[in-house]
């Protein structure tokens, strides 16, 4: 009994200078600098090589049924404030003499039944999101570098720098960044990046049921994205604006701009 | 909600560049374009301009002082507004804004300090106590009024006038390029945007010194000289001409070369923007100046200076009017269209209250005057223009302090 408390007693001590241990270790991550370099490492731990990785995305509007599960799972995914999107779905419904493009709620709750006054011969759904654009205007007007690129080639917003001055909101071409009225920052899509660096999909990939969207990376020389890219005719939004976006589009109609 | 016609992007109906931004450049239009009246005179030497030449750096000065008001007003974090001066992002133009504006203000400064230098020494020299050192401490403890001090100030003042007028031009030109090179908006995408921007602050500082200076004549019960008023006025025509035939400019090419963008803008001017543009900013804000102005001009050897003072009055309201209307249609008019180039929306009308609310904008004007009488009580600004006996020379005896005291 005695014995057993003395153990006891030691086993706490070494408890406690464990705990000691650790606790001046936070100390001492606490006080180094904060900023990419930390994030790095904090990557590198998970046994993730950011350097190691070119991501780019595909869509295939031909395949898209306008079912709204990637902007839903998006916004549970990511807390998207109501009004705001991170990603969206167009329809557009096209005759010969005129055109019809909608996208209600950003197509969260899917489309409702549309009539049009002329005579449409073609329909169609395209998913639109942020296109992590290689030459981006909204990381060159952003006046204190609160937007950046990782090394994957996503562009993202750091809400600790962000003043919210909204210049990259005007600057983006596509529309794909708001103020967001909470966080009082610019928010737009980050492809999922906290479940890419895990080796997951970004939610709406994952949900979508046609495999309409695709997330794929260019390093890898297998990449089925990569593949598509290389050898099949793809386009990009807004070519002529020359931002080099990485989302890439299959079969793309001359209407979507 | 705003409602919408036709399509825009689902993050494209928000107007997140408010009242507050249509306020800045207004705001530092006046500094420009006041800054532009006074180097008439200390720099170009024209000596209709005297008697507003302090009263135009002082009016660019105190506007300057608020700037950066409705930039803060506007920020979503607006304590990290300092980063932009610290840790700034060179490739974004925004990013140049610490540079220009402290450097500005540095110039401006100087300028006043040059210009004022014998006036602080003197008032320092008739008072006791605190105020004797205060002024004492302006003057930065000398007292040199020899003629080569004074020659020296004026050699001062002239190279600062030749730097300050290109460094009000950047200051306000640039911020016509944050508009002008955002090339994913048709309605601000244009190099023009900087050189219209400059040339409506050179309008709004003109107009805006034509109602001082006639306000401040009222009230120190003297008769504004018909020399300066029809100056003053006649400048202001040409500038008005200038501004408003690059702001046609603008939409005239997008019009005749048939643009993708005039699918939307088109409809934008025509329907969103038909009041603010057509109605306000064309018609009352620029046609009616025009031609009041003209009969300044043209006519002035026939006019009475009553009449000659209350056409180029009304003018100068006018054309108050039409650059903040000109500054509203480019930021709320770029942010009614969609960037899918396919829809519009509902027309933005700001709220009341609030920080980026009319009361504050109202609140931003008034305080550029409030900062002008303070400045006029510190240093008397109809001091050297009374002492001006029609010699014009920069060295000329100042007037005695007793006059300057009963002016304010």
């Known amino acids: 009994m005695d014995s057993d408390q003395k153990l006891k007693e030691i086993l706490d001590r070494r408890e406690f200078l464990g705990q000691a241990l650790l606790l001046t270790g936070g100390a001492v991550a606490f006080l180094l600098p904060h900023g990419a370099e930390a994030?790095?490492?904090?990557?590198?731990?998970?046994?993730?090589?950011?350097?190691?990785?070119?991501?780019?995305?595909?869509?295939?509007?031909?395949?898209?049924?306008?079912?709204?599960?990637?902007?839903?799972?998006c916004k549970r995914e990511n807390n998207v404030p109501d009004g705001f999107f991170r990603t969206w779905v167009e329809r557009y419904v096209v005759g010969?003499?005129?055109?019809?493009?909608?996208?209600?709620?950003?197509?969260?709750?899917?489309?409702?039944?549309?009539?049009?006054?002329?005579?449409?011969?073609?329909?169609?759904?395209?998913?639109?999101?942020?296109?992590?654009?290689?030459?981006?205007?909204?990381?060159?007007?952003?006046?204190?570098?609160?937007?950046?690129?990782?090394?994957?080639?996503?562009?993202l917003v750091d809400e600790k720098r962000c003043i919210g001055c909204g210049y990259?909101?005007?600057?983006?071409?596509?529309?794909?960044?708001?103020?967001?009225?909470?966080?009082?920052?610019?928010?737009?899509?980050?492809?999922?990046?906290?479940?890419?660096?895990?080796?997951?999909?970004?939610?709406?990939?994952e949900v979508c049921p046609r495999g309409?969207?695709?997330?794929?990376?260019l390093k890898r020389e297998d990449d089925p994205v990569r593949k598509a890219i290389e050898t099949r005719f793809v386009s990009v939004l807004q070519p002529h604006l020359l931002t080099e976006p990485q989302c890439y589009y299959l079969n793309l109609d001359r209407e979507v701009r | 909600m705003p409602e919408i016609t036709g399509y825009a992007f689902p993050n494209d109906i928000h107007v997140h560049w408010s009242l507050m931004i249509v306020m800045y450049p207004y705001i530092t239009g006046f500094v420009a374009g006041a800054f532009i009246v006074t180097s008439l005179y200390h720099l170009f030497d024209r000596q209709e301009f005297k008697p507003v030449a302090r009263l135009a750096m002082a009016t660019s000065f105190c506007f300057l002082g608020v700037a950066t008001f409705p930039?803060?007003?506007?920020?979503?974090?607006?304590?990290?507004?300092?980063?932009?001066?610290?840790?700034?992002?060179?490739?974004?133009?925004?990013?140049?804004?610490?540079?220009?504006?402290?450097?500005?203000?540095?110039?401006?400064?100087?300028?006043?300090?040059?210009?004022?230098?014998?006036?602080?020494?003197?008032?320092?020299?008739?008072?006791?106590?605190?105020?004797?050192?205060?002024?004492?401490?302006?003057?930065?403890?000398?007292?040199?009024?020899?003629?080569?001090?004074?020659?020296?100030?004026?050699r001062a003042i002239k190279v600062l006038a030749g730097l300050g007028l290109p460094g009000a031009c950047l200051l306000h030109g640039y911020v016509g390029f944050i508009f002008g090179a955002i090339k994913a908006n048709p309605w601000w995408s244009t190099p023009l945007m900087p050189v219209i921007f400059l040339v409506s602050a050179g309008v709004s500082g003109i107009a805006l010194l034509i109602l001082l200076y006639q306000v401040t004549s009222k009230f120190?019960?003297?008769?504004?000289?018909?020399?300066?008023?029809?100056?003053?006025?006649?400048?202001?025509?040409?500038?008005?001409?200038?501004?408003?035939?690059?702001?046609?400019?603008?939409?005239?090419?997008?019009?005749?070369?048939k643009s993708e963008a005039w699918a939307i803008i088109g409809p934008l001017l025509a329907t969103r923007l038909e009041f603010s543009f057509i109605s306000v900013q064309m018609i009352m804000g620029s046609l009616i100046p025009f031609i009041l102005l003209m009969i300044v001009t043209l006519m002035n050897r026939f006019l009475h200076d009553r009449v000659r003072n209350t056409l180029s009055i009304v003018a100068a309201l006018l054309l108050l009017?039409?650059?903040?209307?000109?500054?509203?249609?480019?930021?709320?008019?770029?942010?009614?269209?969609?960037?899918?180039?396919?829809?519009?929306?509902?027309?933005?009308?700001?709220?009341?209250w609030g920080r980026e609310g009319l009361i504050a904008a109202i609140g931003l004007v008034v305080l550029p005057f409030v900062l002008l009488w303070i400045f006029d009580r510190v240093l008397p600004i109809k001091y050297s223009s009374e002492g001006h006996g029609g010699s014009g020379a920069a060295s000329s005896p100042e007037?005695?302090?007793?006059m300057a005291e009963g002016h304010s």
């Open chain 1, 212 to 217: 309409v969207r695709q997330f794929g990376d």
């Open chain 1, 96 to 155: 010969g003499e005129s055109s019809h493009v909608d996208s209600p709620n950003g197509g969260l709750d899917g489309f409702p039944p549309l009539s049009v006054g002329f005579n449409a011969t073609k329909s169609f759904f395209v998913p639109k999101m942020c296109n992590h654009c290689a030459s981006s205007p909204c990381m060159q007007v952003c006046p204190v570098g609160a937007s950046f690129r990782t090394k994957e080639g996503m562009v």
């Open chain 2, 321 to 352: 009017m039409q650059v903040f209307s000109m500054r509203w249609n480019v930021v709320i008019g770029g942010q009614l269209l969609s960037k899918s180039f396919r829809g519009l929306r509902s027309g933005y009308s700001p709220d009341l």
């Open chain 2, 220 to 257: 120190s019960g003297q008769k504004p000289e018909a020399a300066t008023v029809s100056a003053l006025a006649r400048w202001l025509w040409f500038f008005l001409i200038i501004a408003v035939t690059l702001e046609l400019l603008e939409i005239v090419v997008l019009a005749y070369e």
């Open chain 2, 71 to 154: 930039l803060l007003m506007h920020l979503g974090h607006p304590e990290r507004g300092v980063n932009v001066v610290v840790t700034p992002n060179f490739s974004s133009a925004m990013a140049g804004f610490g540079l220009l504006y402290s450097s500005y203000l540095l110039l401006l400064v100087l300028e006043i300090w040059f210009v004022h230098r014998q006036q602080i020494i003197e008032t320092a020299r008739r008072s006791r106590g605190l105020k004797r050192f205060a002024y004492k401490a302006l003057a930065l403890f000398t007292y040199d009024t020899s003629p080569e001090a004074l020659a020296i100030d004026h």
């Open chain 1, 168 to 205: 990259c909101v005007q600057a983006c071409p596509y529309g794909s960044r708001f103020l967001n009225e909470e966080t009082k920052c610019a928010d737009k899509c980050t492809w999922c990046y906290h479940r890419v660096t895990k080796g997951m999909k970004p939610a709406c990939v």
């Open chain 2, 399 to 402: 007037a005695s302090g007793a």
């Open chain 1, 39 to 73: 994030a790095e490492l904090d990557v590198e731990k998970e046994g993730y090589d950011w350097s190691a990785h070119r991501y780019a995305y595909l869509i295939d509007p031909s395949l898209c049924i306008g079912c709204g599960s990637c902007v839903r799972a």
